[in-house]
């Protein structure tokens, strides 16, 4: 997972752990410095060879 930043700063997260259906993941701290985010990226593999796109929900604090 990539976090890019609008100051052009980028963050990246490795999660390396199975994340199962309606489950979620651990939580990330993202620097101090580099708070406004533009957009977040993921690379992932589905379970079984599907070629299904995932669902995913980010949630934030402000």
Same mark, same amino acid.
Do not use: C, D
């Given at each position: 997972?990539?976090? &890019?930043?609008?100051?052009?700063? =980028?963050?990246?997260? #490795? !999660?390396?752990?199975?994340?199962?259906?309606?489950?979620? *993941?651990?939580?990330? &701290?993202?620097?101090e410095?580099? =708070?406004?985010?533009? #957009? !977040?990226?993921?690379?992932?593999?589905?379970?079984?060879? *599907?070629?299904?796109?995932?669902?995913?929900?980010?949630?934030?604090?402000?």
């Amino acid at each position: 997972m990539v976090v &890019h930043f609008k100051n052009k700063q =980028r963050h990246e997260i #490795k !999660i390396s752990a199975f994340i199962a259906r309606y489950s979620e *993941s651990r939580l990330t &701290h993202q620097p101090e410095e580099a =708070r406004e985010i533009n #957009k !977040i990226t993921f690379w992932y593999y589905a379970k079984g060879g *599907s070629e299904k796109a995932a669902y995913i929900t980010i949630l934030g604090k402000h």
